[in-house]
């Protein structure tokens, strides 16, 4: 079947504007996660969704970013004001309900702020 | 609070010698804890995990790996390299408490010379 799919693959955009990374998840599954792979970071939790549960944010580092997820399935990614340091590999993954289950990651979104 | 180091940055190997991959991981409980690969402009993929009983765990391509609780490690081998292994190797330690993400080393990233 289908996996994770990221849109964009790639984003240019320029310093202060607001960005959308969407991720649609495996059919299914109910957990979802967001992670930044930078090369001065490695990769970063960014924020976590479980069913209808509230999402678990503790891992964004500002208020410039949020995340929802509509439905239960597709994500999106909002990054506002966008900054140089933004500049990274935005991973997406999925999976079941079960944290000792298989995290499946999407291709990810190259964003680059100029 | 969990963390995980992957102590050698770039590794080197010729092909068809062996390799092993270190991962330490900082974890109060039982930890669960996987390794991903990541091939060039590709997402993550998993090559094994290990939740519990046996300690040494069988993945993909010919991967394995070893919890070694003493040691607090969890080292990937593989006894013989192939050129398409040359990739970025992650260990990783599912997080606790409910939470769902994972927490990643830094990254290996493999050569395989001919």
């Known amino acids: 079947g289908a996996g994770v799919s990221q849109s964009p693959s790639n984003k240019v955009t320029e310093k202060g504007k607001d960005v959308e990374l969407r991720c649609d998840p495996i059919?299914?599954?109910?957990?979802l996660y967001w992670y930044r792979q930078s090369l001065g970071q490695g990769l970063e939790f960014l924020i976590y969704?479980?069913?209808?549960?509230?999402?678990?944010k503790s891992g964004l580092p500002s208020d410039r970013f949020s995340a929802e997820r509509t439905g239960g399935s597709v994500s999106t990614l909002t990054i506002q004001r966008t900054q140089q340091e933004d500049s990274a590999v935005y991973l997406c993954a999925s999976g079941t309900s079960s944290r000792t289950d298989t995290q499946y990651f999407g291709p990810g979104t190259r964003l680059t702020v100029l | 609070a969990q963390s995980v180091t992957q102590p050698d940055i770039h590794i080197t190997v010729s092909e068809g010698a062996s390799l092993e991959l270190r991962c330490n991981y900082s974890y109060g409980a039982t930890p669960y804890l996987f390794w991903y690969v990541q091939s060039p402009g590709q997402g993550l993929q998993l090559l094994l995990k290990?939740?519990?009983?046996?300690?040494l765990v069988q993945g993909i391509k010919g991967f394995e790996a070893e919890f070694k609780r003493s040691q607090s490690s969890f080292n990937l081998r593989k006894p013989s390299v192939h050129w398409s292994d040359a990739a970025e190797y992650f260990c990783a330690v599912g997080r606790g408490g409910g939470q769902g993400n994972l927490i990643f080393g830094k990254g290996t990233k493999l050569s395989v010379k001919p």
């Open positions: 969704f479980q069913g209808n549960s509230a999402p678990d």
């Open positions: 290990y939740f519990s009983g046996d300690t």
């Open positions: 059919s299914g599954h109910t957990a």
